[in-house]
């Protein structure tokens, strides 16, 4: 387990802050103009290594996590990122999602965390499975499938509680796990559609819902041509986009690289993507340079050295 937590946190904030100063920019655009390193300024005139509120809140869940499992403390820390600027990279928060503000707003107003999400059919943006990873190193030794989910569940619906978010999150996470196992990427992404199909069918989960998943699993996400993969922020396309990118690349570098340069939300892309990459590949495979560039590295380091210890007691 040595360094995969480390590997994988800082996988998802050096894939959103490569992606940061080219957030909205098209695929086209970006096809001239690639993105190769980190650069500064751009779509939110920020410095070199910034990252946004993936990073945030995927390091407030790391936090939480590094304390134990108490879901209204992860909502407590939420909204300390949104009015006190926890965990961002210059003190202040600069990106928020639609949905997340809307549900962090409740949990202002006094909601329960168990409450505070939206859950209609519109409210499907990529907003918890951003933030979702730190779940997979807490959830690594469940060994019931249901707990695992009720889990994923619960963290996703503080913000995104529609089962279409939940069920992008589970899949993810079960993804996770099984590269934190040290399987092969692709005897893991086996793994996962068997796993998950079966415990759709168990649970008797809407066909409907499911079947907008069929692409990832009932078939092979990799296999399909870049100009069928979507990269807005639509919970779905992020999950194919990541899973995409990922088993398309024989690198870390390359996982990031490519996943920033499909566009649109492109530092969520290049985070959910970074997640996985940085496990499967470990923390000596990302590049050196993007590693000292990431603002708050000493804090993010920190942070992960205190989870992997709480993890591995």
């Given at each position: 387990m040595e360094n995969v937590v480390k590997a994988g946190i800082f996988g998802v904030c050096i894939g959103d802050a490569l992606g940061v100063p080219v957030e909205f920019k098209s695929r086209e655009t970006l096809k001239n103009f690639p993105v190769v390193k980190m650069q500064e300024f751009g779509s939110w005139n920020?410095?070199?290594?910034?990252?946004?509120d993936d990073s945030s809140l995927t390091l407030c869940l790391a936090e939480e996590l590094t304390k134990g499992y108490d879901l209204e403390k992860?909502?407590?820390s939420f909204v300390k990122w949104n009015k006190y600027g926890h965990w961002t990279a210059h003190g202040r928060l600069f990106d928020i999602g639609g949905t997340t503000r809307h549900s962090i707003a409740r949990l202002i107003k006094g909601e329960s965390a168990r409450f505070s999400g939206n859950i209609f059919?519109?409210?499907?943006?990529?907003?918890?499975?951003?933030r979702i990873l730190p779940l997979a190193f807490y959830l690594k030794n469940e060994e019931n499938i249901d707990t695992l989910?009720?889990?994923?569940?619960?963290?996703?619906?503080?913000?995104?509680?529609?089962?279409?978010?939940?069920?992008?999150?589970f899949i993810y996470v079960i993804f996770a796990i099984e590269l934190i196992k040290g399987k092969d990427k692709r005897e893991a992404y086996k793994h996962t559609q068997e796993?998950?199909?079966k415990f759709a069918d168990i649970q008797g989960f809407n066909p409907n819902e499911i079947r907008l998943f069929e692409r990832i699993l009932k078939n092979d996400i990799s296999k399909y041509d870049a100009d069928t993969i979507s990269s807005g922020g639509y919970v779905l396309h992020s999950l194919?986009?990541?899973?995409?990118?990922?088993?398309?690349?024989?690198?870390y570098a390359e996982a990031v690289l490519k996943a920033v340069n499909l566009g649109e939300d492109t530092d969520t892309t290049g985070a959910i993507t970074g997640g996985i990459a940085g496990i499967y590949y470990g923390f000596e495979n990302i590049p050196e340079e993007?590693?000292?560039?990431?603002?708050r590295k000493n804090d993010i380091e920190a942070l992960c050295e205190k989870?992997?210890?709480?993890?591995?007691?």
């Open positions: 920020q410095p070199k290594g910034t990252w946004s992860i909502g407590e059919e519109e409210d499907n943006g990529n907003g918890s499975l951003m989910y009720q889990t994923v569940k619960e963290v996703s619906s503080i913000t995104h509680g529609h089962f279409r978010s939940v069920f992008a999150c796993l998950v199909l194919e986009a990541s899973l995409w990118c990922f088993l398309n690349s024989e690198s993007w590693v000292n560039e990431l603002v989870l992997h210890k709480k993890l591995i007691q």
